[in-house]
């Protein structure tokens, strides 16, 4: 793995100087490494740590090696990718390698193991794709992906990324803010809520064959349509300046920096504007251990295992790098209106 990473400026540090820091690790193999601990039974486990890295950064985070996957994207998703700009939020942490944002997934379509999805969506073919677009807005039917992406510049968010079970990565992303999707498709006033489906095709996606049927697919998320609409939420296309891989939800994936990873629903293939609060995946499977808001707070317990603090990827037994968790990811001063007055233990 090599990453290439132009220098950046810190405007704020004690050294007023340009900083280049790229701290690197290598991943001893992620296969097996960790169970699925999301279903009950199921052991948890992971490696986790990170750094940081700041400022206004002058292009994109490249990944410089061999490509994560097999599965190549259309010609258009790779050029509108490759002419992505340095985006408007940049995390104040050290970006996780890209052998652990390419090889230690949850995407269940693939398998449940951290490894699975990586191994199992190699060849996984995103081109052509299409997202339906239904329910309360002007603008319904279906649309080829290019159609709905070209007339929109993409850009580089680094975020950080906190899962619910308790390890976090801090990401690269390139895509393209989700109201900017939404926007041009005219959402009604009965539109209160977005709900948003994965490709529920268990030729293509092995982890949708057999008996692992704790999960009734399609995976279904959403939003309430301020969060959806928040200049925070993110449609992925791409990472570290390639392409989605297929393992963290080709060709399209939704990205909500302060929620649970759960709610960042991959492999997109509908939008629905809806009046009432979708049942979600997880709510489904769980309803007393995932919420539909499902905010990063320290403050409430999963009820299995505390949420006050993350296993920062890369993380080892011996260099654990637990780090505090922050209240809505630390995305706080950007989102905490969007919930005053509302009880965050009941509705979480
Ligand atoms: N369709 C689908 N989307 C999904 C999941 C999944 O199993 N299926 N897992 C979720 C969970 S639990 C997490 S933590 C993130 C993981 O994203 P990553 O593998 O890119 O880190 O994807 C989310 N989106
Ligand atoms: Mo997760």
């Not at 992620?30 to 940081?52: E, F, I, K, N, V």
């Not at 490709?199 to 969060?227: A, K, N, T």
Request: hydrophobic content about 35%; proline content about 8%; glycine content about 8%.
């Amino acid at each position: 793995m090599l990453i290439k990473r132009p220098a950046d400026i810190r405007p704020s540090e004690i050294t007023p100087e340009t900083v280049w820091r790229s701290r690197r690790r290598f991943l001893a193999g992620t296969a097996g490494m960790a169970a699925a601990s999301m279903l009950p039974g199921l052991a948890s486990g992971d490696a986790g740590a990170s750094g940081s890295e700041e400022g206004p950064v002058r292009a994109i985070l490249r990944h410089a090696g061999k490509p994560s996957h097999r599965s190549r994207p259309a010609a258009w998703h790779q050029a509108k990718v490759e002419g992505a700009v340095p985006g408007s939020w940049y995390a104040d942490d050290e970006v996780t390698p890209y052998d652990y944002v390419t090889q230690y997934n949850n995407f269940y379509e693939f398998g449940t193991g951290k490894g699975d999805p990586y191994s199992n969506a190699q060849d996984f073919q995103t081109d052509p794709w299409s997202v339906e677009v239904a329910g309360h807005a002007e603008k319904t039917g279906k649309f080829a992906l290019e159609d709905l992406i070209k007339p929109h510049q993409l850009e580089e968010r680094i975020y950080r990324f906190r899962c619910v079970e308790a390890w976090s990565m801090v990401v690269p992303w390139i895509g393209v803010p989700l109201a900017s999707i939404l926007k041009p498709l005219g959402p009604t006033s009965k539109a209160r809520y977005v709900r948003m489906e994965t490709l529920h095709d268990p030729r293509r996606m092995p982890g949708q064959r057999g008996f692992f049927s704790s999960i009734d697919w399609p995976y279904v998320e959403g939003l309430r349509m301020d969060e959806a609409m928040h200049d925070l939420t993110f449609v992925a296309l791409g990472v570290y300046g390639e392409t989605m891989p297929p393992q963290n939800g080709a060709p399209l994936r939704l990205v909500v920096p302060w929620k649970y990873g759960f709610k960042s629903i991959k492999s997109i293939v509908r939008i629905e504007f809806v009046e009432r609060q979708p049942k979600t995946t997880w709510e489904l499977t769980n309803a007393r251990e995932y919420g539909f808001y499902s905010n990063v707070n320290p403050e409430v317990d999963h009820p299995r295992w505390s949420q006050a603090s993350e296993r920062r990827l890369p993380s080892t037994l011996f260099e654990p790098n637990r780090i505090d968790t922050l209240k809505f990811n630390g995305y706080g001063d950007q989102v905490a209106s969007l919930y005053a007055g509302m009880d965050l233990r009941r509705q979480f």
